[in-house]
């Protein structure tokens, strides 16, 4: 009879301990006192605390757009002054190299003027992101949208052609709402991609700059056909427009900033 109470005794004590596990570390006292143990609950540590933030390793993860990049530049600029037209480039690196050579150059009417608001390594979702901010708040009569590289690169992750041209979309929508002139233009030749190899992207350009076209003349915006004055037999950047076949170096530049000219004077009426 003993032998069979110390039977159910046992199976107790394995309850309770199954219980305190569940419940955490802090019921093994319990489990130990219920079943008649000496054991001592182990020590349990906390984890340690990272010493180098998380969010200061990707800032990303706090600004994904980079609305900082340009927030300062914004506040500060004042709104356009009587008669002058305030042209808007929105872009990646491509737009941002422009820089170098003047954003992208010095208006030749100077009642235009120009602002420059590419940022490296973005894709069409982080620029509609922050269109708002870069674009619509600083009241231009014309934006200038020049993106898609860095979508076929998959800088931010895999995207379908529609998904590209859904943002592009979106972009000029927002623009038109506001009473901005919409010029769009084509994505430039590109053969591979030195930092994302292997992407084939020379048909994929082909086929969202058809889209740009046709969507373009549907919708009443302008459309600067880059591709066409650059491409070469391969279906990228030639060596004389480009030191690594994605980013025209002056050369590239002094062919493409004629063009944007003039569909921004298309896009102002002629004026």
Partial sequence: MRGAWDMVGI???LVVAVGAV?????????VAQASGASQTAPEIKPPATPSVSVVALDPMRIDWPNLKRFHSDDVALPAPAAGEHRIVFMGDSITQGWLKYGVPAEPPDPAKAYVNRGISGQTTPQ??????QDVIDLKPSVVVIFAG???????TGDMTPEQTEENLESMAELAQVHG????????????D???????EPAPKVIAINSWIKEYAASHGHVYVDFYSAMVDARGGLPEKLSKDGVHPNPAGYAIMTPLVEAGIAKALGGQ
């Fill in 11 to 13: 199976r107790l004590g």
């Fill in 22 to 30: 569940a419940l955490g570390p802090g019921s093994w006292m319990a």
């Fill in 127 to 132: 620029m509609l992101l922050r269109f708002r």
């Fill in 193 to 199: 991609f030195p930092w994302k190899p292997g992407r």
């Fill in 180 to 191: 901005i002139k919409v010029v769009l233009c084509s994505i430039l030749p590109a053969f």
């Fill in 149 to 155: 590289t860095n979508d076929i690169a998959g800088n």
